[in-house]
């Protein structure tokens, strides 16, 4: 649980971010120029100099937030309109995916075709069925034509537009049944964390949570996963992939949780997986200037606590 001065620093942060002036003028990669406009605009709103610099630790996991969805959603935005995006945060500075897709659906900006492949990623098939009769009778034919052709051509997230039109259309008999989301959807990074996955029995839910943890290469994906899985089951991950869930503690905003679990499994750390945690605190936090926590005291706790062997 964050402290209330950490959720008013989120979304301090969340803020400039979200600012789509800065995010179209300033590469992320440029550390000490976002920093620099970080000290400037606090300044001028008197935030004081410790928060400030609590603000600038902040941005770079927020911002690797942002660009996890943007890269997720590859195949659905232009990058002209990427830039434009506006996002929603959690407390924790999470980007808040389900609430950010709903706001960008309803959206004017953006042209209509494009909030309706999001839709068929987010929405149950009878949600979309009643955006789609909002939408003018000529965009509804553009889009029926479009999606109805031939499917070799369609990325992931336009195959699903193509599987609602078949709905629609009465080619999916078993509509009413929970399991046909399960067995017939093209299932993706975005859809994963959508309103979709609730539509899911409990059995395929966790299923697809476990098949998705175990597979990916992604944190912020299994930190989804993890998230959605009761305490006995994050345990017993813990256990038998202690790798895969401590990567997961190295991250915003998790960090609190990582000491108290390595305590845990000890036991079943290979000495190469230990080798692994050591590179990511080091080489990837320490060495590139991560400061959303203090990695140099965790790597000495950390040191301490390890066994002998």
Same mark, same amino acid.
């Given at each position: 649980? +964050? %402290?209330?001065?950490e959720i008013?620093?989120v979304?301090?942060?969340?803020?400039?971010?979200?600012?789509?002036?800065?995010g179209?003028?300033?590469?992320?990669n @440029?550390d000490?120029?976002w920093?620099?406009f970080?000290?400037e605009r606090?300044?001028?709103l008197?935030i004081?100099l410790?928060?400030q610099?609590?603000i600038?630790?902040l941005? *770079?996991?927020? $911002? #690797?937030?942002v660009r996890n969805?943007?890269?997720?959603?590859?195949g659905?935005? %232009?990058?002209? $309109?990427?830039?434009?995006l *506006?996002?929603?945060?959690?407390a924790?500075?999470t980007v808040?995916?389900? @609430?950010?897709a709903? /706001?960008?659906?309803?959206?004017?900006?953006?042209?209509v075709?494009?909030r309706?492949?999001l839709?068929?990623? &987010?929405?149950?098939?009878?949600?979309?069925l009643?955006?789609? &009769?909002? !939408?003018?009778k000529?965009?509804?034919? #553009?889009i !029926?034509c479009k999606y109805?052709g031939a499917?070799d051509?369609?990325?992931?997230?336009?195959k699903n537009?193509? /599987?609602w039109i078949?709905?629609?259309?009465?080619?999916i008999?078993?509509?009413?049944s929970r399991?046909w989301?399960?067995?017939?959807y093209? =299932?993706?990074?975005?859809?994963?964390q959508?309103?979709?996955?609730d539509?899911?029995?409990?059995e395929?839910?966790?299923?697809?949570?476990?098949?998705?943890?175990?597979n990916? &290469?992604?944190i912020?994906l299994?930190?989804?996963?993890?998230?959605?899985?009761?305490a006995?089951h994050?345990?017993?991950? +813990?256990k038998?992939?202690?790798l895969?869930? !401590?990567s997961i &503690? +190295?991250?915003?905003p998790?960090q609190?949780f990582? +000491?108290?679990?390595?305590?845990?499994?000890?036991?079943?750390?290979?000495?190469?997986?230990f080798?692994?945690l050591?590179h990511?605190i080091?080489? $990837?936090k320490?060495?590139e200037? =991560?400061?959303?926590?203090?990695?140099v005291?965790l !790597?000495?706790q950390?040191c301490?606590d390890?066994?002998?062997?």
């Amino acid at each position: 649980m +964050l %402290t209330l001065k950490e959720i008013i620093l989120v979304k301090l942060t969340a803020k400039i971010i979200n600012d789509s002036d800065t995010g179209e003028i300033i590469d992320p990669n @440029k550390d000490e120029i976002w920093e620099q406009f970080i000290r400037e605009r606090t300044s001028a709103l008197d935030i004081p100099l410790t928060l400030q610099e609590d603000i600038v630790a902040l941005r *770079k996991p927020i $911002q #690797l937030e942002v660009r996890n969805f943007i890269e997720d959603h590859y195949g659905i935005f %232009t990058e002209e $309109q990427e830039c434009s995006l *506006k996002f929603c945060f959690h407390a924790d500075g999470t980007v808040d995916r389900v @609430k950010t897709a709903d /706001l960008l659906i309803h959206s004017k900006w953006l042209d209509v075709q494009t909030r309706f492949v999001l839709a068929c990623q &987010y929405w149950s098939s009878r949600n979309v069925l009643t955006f789609f &009769y909002n !939408l003018p009778k000529c965009v509804r034919r #553009l889009i !029926l034509c479009k999606y109805s052709g031939a499917k070799d051509t369609l990325n992931q997230f336009e195959k699903n537009v193509a /599987l609602w039109i078949r709905i629609k259309a009465g080619r999916i008999s078993d509509l009413n049944s929970r399991g046909w989301c399960y067995k017939r959807y093209n =299932w993706s990074y975005v859809s994963l964390q959508s309103h979709l996955l609730d539509v899911l029995t409990e059995e395929n839910r966790q299923a697809f949570l476990h098949d998705v943890f175990e597979n990916t &290469y992604f944190i912020h994906l299994r930190r989804f996963c993890l998230s959605r899985m009761s305490a006995d089951h994050r345990e017993d991950l +813990l256990k038998r992939f202690p790798l895969k869930v !401590l990567s997961i &503690y +190295l991250d915003w905003p998790s960090q609190r949780f990582f +000491l108290d679990a390595v305590n845990k499994v000890w036991n079943h750390i290979p000495g190469n997986h230990f080798t692994c945690l050591l590179h990511i605190i080091i080489c $990837q936090k320490i060495v590139e200037l =991560w400061k959303d926590f203090n990695y140099v005291n965790l !790597l000495r706790q950390l040191c301490i606590d390890a066994p002998i062997i």
